[in-house]
């Protein structure tokens, strides 16, 4: 995707995640009016020819502008949202198949899906009912696959499909617009335009005159009117006159770069700046000239620029400052230098912006300093150092996941996720280092158990904790292999017990938890035997919430107790295995609402709450505010059974933590509904069906939790009748997810 747009930018009340434009959209009237009558969604299945559009054309065309300014302009016509499914951060991953695809787009629709179907079976069921437009952004990384999910999800006569690609994705009823370069010298001179707009930004003050006007308009001539030709070409007026640039660019665009031996990489490589301007019998003359036109912009750059360059190009992602001077700085590029050559890169458009101190690279840039990269022998080293700085922040989230930093370092690994799973994806690719593939792994999936992201956590974690080895899901399935039975103490495939060897084993425990999987027991007998080798009454306790816990889960609260009680009481820690510490008691406080025991629930609740306002963590203390709010609702305290659910839901928003938002949007409905107000509980109801369906199961597939949704919708019926229930659920479950949490919250929209 184009780096003009910042992440984690959504249009304001739109439903979906188009990115807000950085800068100005210039021509392309006749393909808009074209995309909007595609783009229309005319209802029925007589539509279902013109559910794709593929906007086809080389890199570097403006294929991904071109689809977000069509999508913001039809946003209105898909009240389930407009989205935007980056594809080009699966390049290069090693992982292939349909299911890799379809998590992406998953992800993206509901990134809280926690269920353990196959991903396509779970996207397709969930689409079924739903009018929204995808546009799967750089479908030519992953052609094959990306054209096998398409045709799954057209069969939902409500999605529709904006695609941008290099290729066609070849699925029947395809509609393919080519898009082609800015006109220039036609009338509608859409490439001098935008010539002009980026010439002002880095040269204030420069305008289209009698003078400038015929020397631009061959200039953009010579470009053939590519627009990231274009757009490079006009960011070297920072430093050359317009008229050096026609000059330079004269002698460019007609012939391949030659050598020059001033330009000789610094590591002593052969120079290879033609990698992408070398003749392509298959490739058109305007596929060579956008070539042409990086190669001769790489060769502009200063050295250490066109280093920087090619080192940048292992980010598969946005990326930082921060980021790029660790992974970056090595040799002859020294670390307080990236600052100011981030900025020239800036300048010369080879890198964008993507919100302050935040970064990103078109696809085709990213392409050309990957290959640089290779040609200079240091592919291996910049990605070791990539990996070692992704493993040296997991480990730092980690070891303060049970601070008052704990929603800052969720946000950082929601922000980095493309970046995190690329580091833990090399390091299991390399089973020379398995210590660090173990560390790395188990830090990230206990990040990913909490952050929304467990899909991406139990295959890796699967492989990494397998005794052979264990290929990652591809083609036809994305189910994580069976879990392995407990190795002997003296198995040699087994890895050495410690930290990391228990931290990826109750991570992976925990996902199992978390998504609802009652075959958990092979992973509960792991994590304890690992304990119990590594004999540290902490990490004995950390392995009691797997077994309590599923029990929990499964609806049996006596044996749980009986389990739980086993764990010591010792200071709760500030890393990870001090968040499991207060998951054991807040599985404790579950049981005892489960067996209707609302003092000692609420006591357990309590003693979590304190502890987690002492140390300023928010998932276990909103968790131990939802415990509170079912005593209150038990003890009938409605008042406060209402207050307590509302701090449940207002604390794992800040948190992403959707199916706590799930259980407490229930809790506050069977709340609201007993003060009487059984319009509201039935709104409730119908936000909360939405949010149920966003983590794509019901009430956790837990007895206990569809029993009360069932006690209080009836309930809510035989107040206000059907009739009155059906109207007010369905408003509810209109509702967009933000406008629902308003809603429930009694805050404005």
Known sequence: ??????????????????????????????????????????????????????????????????????????????????????????????????????????????????????????????????????????????????????????????????????????????????????????????????????????????????????????????????????????????????????????????????????????????????????????????????????????????????????????????????????????????????????????????????????????????????????????????????????????????????????????????????????AVDWSLDRSEDRAAALEITGTVGFLWRYSGHTRDARPRLDRVLATGPAPLPDADTDTAPAPAPAPAATDPTDPTPGADLIRALWTRGAVALFQGDQDTEGWIRRCADAARRQDDPVFRTAATYIAGGHLVICGRPDEALDVLSTAERLPVRDDWLGAAQLSVLLSVSFAHLMRAEYGPARTVAEEVLEESARRGESWAGTTAAYMLAQADLGEGDIPSAIRNAVRALTGNRLMHDTTVVAVSLDLLANAVAAAGDGHRAARLLGINEHVWDITGSTQRRSPALAAARRACEHRVRDTIGDRAYEDAHAKGRSMSYEEGMAYATDTPA
């Open 1 to 422: 995707m184009s780096g003009d747009f910042p992440e984690e930018a959504a249009v304001a009340g739109a439903a979906g995640n188009l990115p807000v434009p950085a800068r100005g959209f210039v021509g392309r009237q006749d393909e808009l009016a074209l995309l909007a009558t595609l783009l229309r969604p005319d209802g029925g299945r007589g539509a279902h020819r013109r559910q794709l559009v593929t906007l086809v054309g080389p890199g570097g065309v403006g294929k991904t502008r071109l689809a977000l300014q069509a999508a913001r302009r039809t946003r209105s016509a898909y009240p389930d949202g407009v989205w935007l499914v980056e594809l080009s951060p699966l390049y290069n991953t090693g992982l292939t198949g349909p299911a890799v695809v379809g998590l992406a787009v998953l992800e993206t629709l509901r990134p809280s899906d926690e269920t353990t179907r196959p991903v396509l079976e779970s996207l397709i069921e969930w689409v079924q009912d739903k009018r929204l437009l995808l546009v799967l952004d750089s479908c030519e990384h992953v052609l094959a696959d990306c054209a096998a999910v398409v045709d799954s999800l057209l069969l939902a006569p409500g999605v529709h499909v904006l695609a941008t690609s290099r290729r066609r994705l070849g699925v029947p009823g395809e509609q393919c617009v080519e898009v082609e370069p800015l006109p220039v010298g036609t009338g509608r001179d859409d490439a001098l335009a935008l010539f002009a707009d980026r010439a002002a930004a880095v040269r204030p003050g420069f305008t289209l005159d009698g003078t400038t006007r015929p020397v631009a308009a061959a200039v953009c001539r010579r470009l053939d009117g590519i627009p990231l030709a274009v757009e490079l070409a006009a960011a070297r007026l920072s430093t050359l006159t317009l008229q050096e640039l026609h000059d330079r660019l004269g002698t460019r665009t007609e012939a391949p770069p030659q050598h020059d031996p001033r330009l000789q990489p610094q590591s002593g490589a052969q120079p290879r700046f033609d990698l992408l301007t070398a003749q392509d019998d298959r490739a058109e003359p305007r596929h060579r000239t956008l070539r042409t036109t990086i190669g001769w912009s790489h060769e502009l750059c200063a050295p250490l620029e066109r280093l920087l360059w090619a080192r940048l190009s292992v980010f598969a992602g946005g990326f930082g400052l921060d980021a790029a001077q660790e992974v970056c700085a090595d040799g002859p590029l020294s670390a307080r230098w990236i600052p100011v050559l981030l900025d020239r890169l800036v300048e010369q458009s080879i890198v964008r912006r993507r919100g302050p101190d935040r970064y990103g690279m078109l696809d085709t840039v990213r392409e050309y300093g990957a290959g640089w990269l290779r040609e200079l022998g240091e592919e291996d080293g910049v990605r070791l150092r990539h990996r070692e700085y992704y493993r040296r922040l997991a480990r730092e989230a980690c070891a303060e996941w049970n601070t008052r930093r704990q929603a800052l370092w969720c946000a950082r690994v929601r922000t980095d996720h493309a970046d995190f799973r690329a």
